[in-house]
């Protein structure tokens, strides 16, 4: 293998086919299906992966058998089979979604979740980094292997439209492809986080997710403030003090069900990616004024985020803007709730533990519901083999130039959990772009597009050289 040559091809795919598809993919507001309730009438999921299907003949793979699956009322997904090449053993199934985010608020004036925009090497967009990139990274890496006619296990890569809703679709299609998925020996992911942009980075560990709907209602319509202040308690106080029962405000320590058992071996390896990252664990985050977190421990603020549990209220329903609002008593007021849990706690039973908190002796027994959307336990990965490690080491110095990092994340990606349990002897990297200022999710979302090129170089480098950990 020429890393030479694997570089200069890897490079010339994404400049002359991959970002400029990724450009087109970024204008369909393709939402997922938890943001998007008409999603299958507006056929903005059908389009994109339509886009992406239409582009993979553009990047050279040999025999590869690429579609569009649909099982009836869920979202389609892309699926592509590529035959082992030169004998090769081994069976790896690559994973990614193209569904995505709803557009948020925040953009910067010339920027916009459907407008692309190339700038200082960077393609802003909702989408490109989280994760439309995926399908196209794994395509180049076999092309360039291709180009120097080198072996590679068989492929699978499976591109999903519901991640972003928690991946509900996915199980339904793990059973029906199962013939076709067969059994692989290694996952790989490219929609997790970095570190930063200087080195391959991989994902431990993944925190489990709860989110859900808190309704309270004290009237059946509005009243003027003056007539019913006193008599009626306000909806949002109710609001409070339901929360109370979950999460100290002034510490934002959440409830013991919600925490799990951290393992030994994360606070070392929390310690090593702080040793890396300084203080860019905190300044990557625009903060207003003088905000900072509550402890400047850096290894600290890591474990924290990746193995324990937080709260971010996402959304409130039930009041106008302050502009808007009139002296009016409201009659109710929703708040839209989001948990990331530990890896190893139980979601189920987290939600029923949150559930039951906050319905609980709510004031003047006023109604508080909570509807629980979604309910994903995380995942926290077995030790790679000794090999593997190494295969990944390298090709980190070669194309970063710096060595591998390993670190948990913060966020939620149910199919690996999903798919452990269903195939536990598998081996597991999950890796990705969005590092610091990224903001997947948020506004001003951007793919850094010279790490779009490392890291698909770097898993050219991982698949030339399976035979070693397969």
Request: glycine residues 8%; hydrophobic residues 40%; negative net charge.
């Amino acid at each position: 293998m020429s890393n030479a040559k694997i570089r200069h091809y890897v490079d010339a795919l994404w400049d002359d086919e991959i970002v400029p598809t990724l450009v087109e993919y970024i204008k369909i507001p393709n939402k997922s299906p938890a943001f998007d309730s008409d999603w299958e009438s507006n056929g903005y999921m059908q389009a994109a992966a339509e886009l992406l299907l239409a582009a993979v003949p553009r990047i050279p793979v040999k025999n590869v058998d690429a579609r569009i699956f649909q099982l009836p009322g869920r979202t389609p997904v892309l699926l592509l089979d590529i035959p082992a090449t030169h004998g090769c053993s081994g069976n790896v199934l690559c994973y990614g979604h193209y569904d995505k985010q709803p557009e948020f608020i925040g953009w910067e004036e010339e920027l916009g979740p459907w407008k692309p925009v190339i700038r200082d090497n960077r393609l802003y967009g909702r989408g490109g980094a989280d994760d439309g990139y995926a399908i196209f990274a794994t395509l180049a890496a076999i092309s360039a292997l291709d180009d120097q006619d080198l072996g590679h296990p068989r492929c699978c890569v499976l591109i999903e439209g519901c991640e972003e809703s928690g991946s509900f679709d996915l199980p339904f299609y793990i059973d029906e492809l199962r013939d076709v998925i067969g059994e692989p020996d290694l996952l790989i992911c490219l929609d997790a986080e970095c570190g930063n942009y200087d080195q391959l980075w991989l994902t431990t560990s993944l925190r489990g997710l709860v989110s859900g709907t808190l309704h309270v209602n004290v009237l059946t319509e509005g009243i003027h403030s003056g007539a019913a202040g006193g008599v009626v308690p306000s909806s949002f106080r109710v609001l409070r003090a339901q929360l109370n029962h979950i999460e100290d405000a002034r510490t934002g320590r959440l409830m013991d069900a919600l925490h799990g058992t951290i393992p030994d071996y994360v606070g070392a390896e929390a310690a090593s990616a702080a040793e890396t990252l300084g203080t860019t664990v905190i300044d990557r985050y625009p903060w207003h004024d003088q905000t900072r977190p509550d402890s400047n421990d850096i290894a600290n603020l890591i474990v924290r985020n990746t193995w324990g549990p937080s709260l971010a209220t996402v959304g409130l329903g039930g009041a106008p803007e302050p502009a808007h609002a009139g002296n009016t008593l409201r009659p109710s007021t929703s708040a839209k709730l989001v948990f990331r849990l530990p890896p190893n706690v139980d979601a189920s039973r987290a939600a029923d533990a949150v559930t039951d908190a906050l319905e609980s002796e709510p004031p003047c027994d006023a109604s508080v519901t909570f509807d629980v959307d979604a309910a994903e336990t995380g995942w926290f990965a077995k030790p790679l083999s000794p090999s593997l490690t190494s295969a990944l080491e390298r090709a980190s110095n070669e194309f970063f130039g710096k060595p591998l990092r390993l670190m948990g994340c913060g966020g939620t990606i149910p199919f690996l959990g999903m798919l452990e349990r269903k195939f536990p002897d598998c081996q597991f990297v999950a890796t990705g772009v969005l590092g610091p200022h990224s903001n997947a999710h948020g506004p001003n979302e951007f793919l850094d597009i010279p790490t779009g090129k490392n890291v698909t170089a770097c898993m050219a480098s991982l698949l030339g050289d399976a035979e070693e950990f397969i």
